[in-house]
């Protein structure tokens, strides 16, 4: 069974870059589409985007000017960097897989990674 | 971009049926797909496609789309199911969007 594991700093000061990685463990990252989701302290959740194995992106509109997602298939990760960030920007951060066939929902997730925004 | 709409709340007696509803207009050409999420504890995706459960999914969990509406149906309540549920679609660019989330309580 695939498991997914975020990594990065816990706490970024504003107008950085926030920097994430997820690293894929029980199976190849190739032939699926692979995701990014945050959820701020109480709050719902949010779509970031989403990447293809092969490198083909889709970002979420109120995020596309700041946000790149990348795949590294030879370490089986991808990541996240989320630029000029501000506490609006605090959040759990989860990487995802998508489901076989298609970008159409999520079907294993990360425990989660608490992310702040602050000086 | 795409909207789903998800009522803040819902309670069930233990024991009974209740149905979690999301509305959106993507949702006439997209399934949903529904995650459950309890405190501290990352969102675990419950029913996905027309009514298609993974692996460890209770079959009193059921999914249904009529229109711009679908709904997720819990037959026989437990205390387990109390957790925040979220819906989630995507639209014609491939752009996902989440509902605000149902707090469901078991009463």
């Known amino acids: 069974q695939v498991q997914l594991q975020e990594s990065g700093p816990g706490l970024v000061e504003p107008s950085e870059t926030l920097s994430l990685t997820c690293t894929v463990s029980g199976g190849s990252i190739s032939s699926y589409y692979w995701g990014w989701i945050r959820q701020p302290p109480g709050k719902g959740l949010e779509w970031i985007g989403y990447i293809y194995y092969s490198g083909s992106t889709n970002y979420n509109p109120s995020l596309k000017s700041r946000v790149t997602i990348s795949v590294d298939t030879s370490k089986n990760q991808f990541s996240l960097n989320l630029s000029s960030v501000t506490a609006t920007d605090t959040a759990v951060y989860y990487c995802?897989?998508?489901?076989?066939?298609?970008?159409?929902?999520?079907?294993?997730w990360g425990q989660g990674t608490l992310v702040t925004v602050s000086s | 971009s795409s909207e789903l709409t998800q009522d803040p709340a819902v309670s069930v007696a233990l024991g009974q049926t209740v149905r979690i509803t999301c509305q959106g207009d993507?949702?006439?050409?997209?399934?949903a797909s529904w995650y459950q999420q309890k405190p501290g504890q990352a969102p675990v995706l419950v029913i996905y496609g027309q009514n298609n459960r993974p692996s460890g999914i209770p079959d009193r969990i059921s999914g249904s789309s009529s229109g711009s509406t679908a709904s997720l149906t819990i037959t026989g309540a437990q205390a387990e199911d109390e957790a925040d549920y979220y819906c989630n679609s995507r639209d014609t660019s491939g752009n996902h969007a989440f509902g605000g989330g149902t707090k469901l309580t078991v009463l």
């Open positions: 993507t949702l006439r050409s997209y399934y």
């Open positions: 995802a897989r998508l489901g076989a066939g298609g970008p159409s929902y999520f079907d294993s």
